[in-house]
């Protein structure tokens, strides 16, 4: 059985909360089909707040469901990896360009220590290796002071991660890692220094050859095609 749900203020949000990190981290893979009686009696509760934790996770695009007791993770699709990668090809230039200009000490301080905490991604990659590239980017993005914008930006990276994985699991070369933590580097750089333009540049580079881009690469998108 699973750990108890005191922590959680409802039984559904423990649902929700557990569910949705299976899925994130690749435990539950893409269109992979859940029981609902099975996964109740897994994570230990009744069905009624495990289908209201369903059903949010529907509205967030990560399960379907049908009429009868399954539910299905979503599959990955070339037209959401088109349109993640479009959505942060124009947001994240835009968050870092902010930050560069609205950057305080305290922002300074977060970006430089998620920074040191940068775990490299491997082919399966830990949860906490991709927490670490997150706090990374949610540093940045905070930094915009743009409330709007970050809400955003935070909705998208959990979509992401998905095709992140995915990417991953195709293999890296070294010299793409060294690529990424070297563009990290110098997004740090030119933020701190307050160069908007040039933590633009390098952000779109950043993304133009992220993860995602192989991913939408591979599902049959060109990841240039704007």
């Known amino acids: 059985m699973a750990q108890p749900v005191e922590p959680f203020r409802t039984k559904s949000e423990f649902a929700y909360t557990t569910l949705r990190e299976k899925i994130l981290s ?54 959401e990896a088109r349109d993640l990668l479009e959505l942060r090809a124009s947001l994240d230039p835009l968050a870092v360009e ?71 699991a195709a293999g890296r070369a070294d010299e793409e890692r060294e690529r990424t933590a070297a563009e990290h580097r110098q997004l740090v750089d030119h933020v701190v220094a307050g160069d908007a333009d040039a933590a633009g540049e390098v952000m779109r580079r950043h993304v133009a050859a992220s993860l995602g881009a192989r991913a939408a690469s591979h599902l049959g998108v060109d990841p240039h095609a704007r």
């Open 98 to 168: 902010l930050a560069a200009r609205r950057r305080t000490a305290a922002d300074v301080r977060e970006i430089r220590a998620a920074l040191r905490g940068l775990r490299p991604l491997r082919r399966d990659p830990g949860v906490e290796d991709l927490v670490s590239h997150r706090r990374f980017h949610a540093a940045l993005y905070r930094a915009s002071h743009n409330d709007l914008l970050v809400a955003t930006l935070d909705g998208l990276w959990d979509k992401s991660d998905r095709y992140r994985r995915f990417a991953l």
């Open 26 to 79: 690749g435990e539950f893979a893409p269109g992979q089909v859940l029981n609902q009686a099975a996964l109740a009696h897994t994570i230990g509760i009744s069905t009624t707040p495990l289908r209201e934790g369903l059903r949010r996770l529907k509205s967030e695009g990560l399960v379907e469901l049908d009429a009868h007791r399954d539910a299905r993770v979503t599959e990955l699709t070339a037209e």
